[in-house]
């Protein structure tokens, strides 16, 4: 008889502790759509349920922090395909460390000094609750990431309703840009190299007519 209400008390633990993390997994799903939809109010992002789609939401999150949101796709997935050889925390670690590049990328953009990624890394819904009801605007006009230019972090893609941060956007077709060391003509007209002013004239005009001149 022991043996089966300790039994059954297990089971009851074990369901009631599964009840629980649900409602975790719920309300930390619902305050961080919440917190992402704010924040990307502030940058500009058009299309509030974007922050409601999961996975898909932190892909726009690292678009907004320069990161190809491929990246933490292939953490997600990984995650999950490699859960059942037991390697699965290895795509957790690269999501996390991806959406933290992200988080630091997006919270230069909302003033915020880089150690603030310490606070996204262990309490990310009390960083994404900050920056998504403090006062900070957003600017992208920041210097480019480090993986900016090339590398598996670099972005490359361009989504219709997500900006990017000016220096990812691609020039204009037939646009060239200047090489280095160009300087900008300075204001006003400037003649082209080798250009000579023309000589005044040298010939006197002729002198007006006087009184009893015939030629009047």
Not at 65 to 72: E, F, I
Not at 99 to 123: D, N
Request: proline share 14%; charged share 10%; glycine share 10%.
């Amino acid at each position: 008889m022991s043996d089966y209400s300790d039994s059954g008390a297990i089971v009851a633990a074990a369901l009631l502790a599964g009840f629980l993390g649900f409602l975790f997994f719920v309300a930390y799903y619902v305050l961080s759509s919440i917190f992402l939809g704010k924040i990307f109010q502030k940058a500009g992002v058009q299309g509030q349920w974007r922050a409601w789609v999961p996975v898909y939401n932190f892909m726009v999150f690292a678009k907004l922090g320069d990161l190809s949101p491929w990246v933490p796709l292939i953490g997600a997935g990984a995650a999950v395909v490699l859960a059942p050889l037991g390697l699965g925390f290895l795509g957790s670690i690269l999501f996390i460390v991806s959406t933290a590049l992200a988080a630091w990328r997006v919270g230069l953009k909302l003033q915020k000094e880089a150690v603030w990624v310490v606070l996204y890394v262990l309490l990310s819904i009390v960083w994404l609750g900050i920056n998504a009801y403090d006062k900070s605007r957003w600017n992208p006009l920041i210097p480019p990431a480090p993986w900016a230019s090339n590398g598996f972090f670099a972005d490359r893609t361009v989504w219709q309703g997500i900006p990017v941060q000016p220096s990812a956007v691609p020039p204009a077709p037939g646009y060239q840009p200047p090489a280095p060391g160009y300087q900008p003509p300075a204001p006003g007209y400037q003649p082209p190299a080798g250009y000579q002013p023309p000589v005044p004239p040298t010939t006197e005009p002729p002198a007006p007519p006087v009184d009893g001149d015939p030629r009047v």
